[in-house]
């Protein structure tokens, strides 16, 4: 028995919570779940429960206002561990949160100016995601409820098909840099997404990011840039030097982008000689490959005139613009506000 009251097997402390809310049983084909007449209802999976629902190992169910994971727990002898009340509530929260999100498809699109050097001029945007949900205003926020559904690559697509569809509030016919998450890469549903995609939005320019962690397979990154290639859609290798970045991989599987990592570019104004030098010497080598060499998280005015000398054919961050929902024309050049 689940409610309120202190003889339930799940006491849930909580006003909107019924006396006596749900019943939990066993049968011989698995759990049910069964709403006793509650107040403010049962949920699974976002979906009321009328009667009785069966239960399936990951699915999200909501008493009122607290919300639970079905999962089989394996416990160890050994195990002894407290956790916290509010903790689990703060964690209860966000699930439903993120329920939501995905169920009424709250992702909202901004957008990032991606700027040619040294010119300034917009050419694309990079796609990033954000929300009003309480608790998921951010992308972390977002990816760590998802993280704990197993539903990062669903969450990562309902980004992208947010981008693609909110596109006409973009000026002219800019380049759109769509994200992935690393899981999706050893995964169909990826290439299935991205087909849905081109087959809605024939008109766009579409590059699609792929974090540097992925790119150690090389049979899988073939396989994928050929797909890409018959899509119609560009790649690029986004946080460039932030791990195990390797240049046999990038010759081995080229990209049409290499986005180098903010934390190569941050402070590079006042970085040692020896350091410039390095990084200037990556970007020629990513330059003769017939790569744009593309600079992430420049802030500074500083930082900008170092990476137009180093050679970096593109850049982006916050002196650029920040990621904003709906993006202003500029008369094709960004106005920088630092």
Known sequence: MIGRQSDCALCL?????????????????????????????????????????KLEIGDLIQFADMAFRVCREHVSPQRNQTVCAEQMAETAF???????????QSVIPHY?????????????YEVLGRSKLVGLETPKAMFLAASQLNMEAELSHLMRAAG???SAKLPGTPALYLNTHPSEVVEFGLLDSLRETREKHPELDIVLEIHEAAVTNGDTMRVLRTELN????????DD????????????????DCLKFDISLIHAIDSAPPKRKEMLASLVRSVRDMGIIALAEGVETVGEHNTVVEMGFNAAQGYYYGRPVERPVPHGGEVDNFI
């Open 13 to 53: 402390p909580s006003s909107a919570v019924s006396s006596v809310h749900a019943e939990i049983v066993e049968r011989e084909n698995g759990l049910y779940v069964i709403d006793l007449n509650s107040t403010n209802g049962t949920f699974l999976n976002g979906v009321p429960v009328k009667g009785e629902a």
């Open 240 to 255: 460039f030097g932030a791990g195990q970045s390797r240049l046999r991989d990038i010759i081995d599987v080229p990209p």
């Open 112 to 124: 990032q100016p991606l700027v040619r050097l040294p010119s300034m001029e917009v050419f694309g």
């Open 94 to 104: 966000s699930l439903v949160q993120f329920d939501q999100l995905i169920t009424q």
């Open 230 to 237: 018959a899509l119609n859609i560009g790649l690029a290798y």
């Open 164 to 166: 693609a569809n909110n």
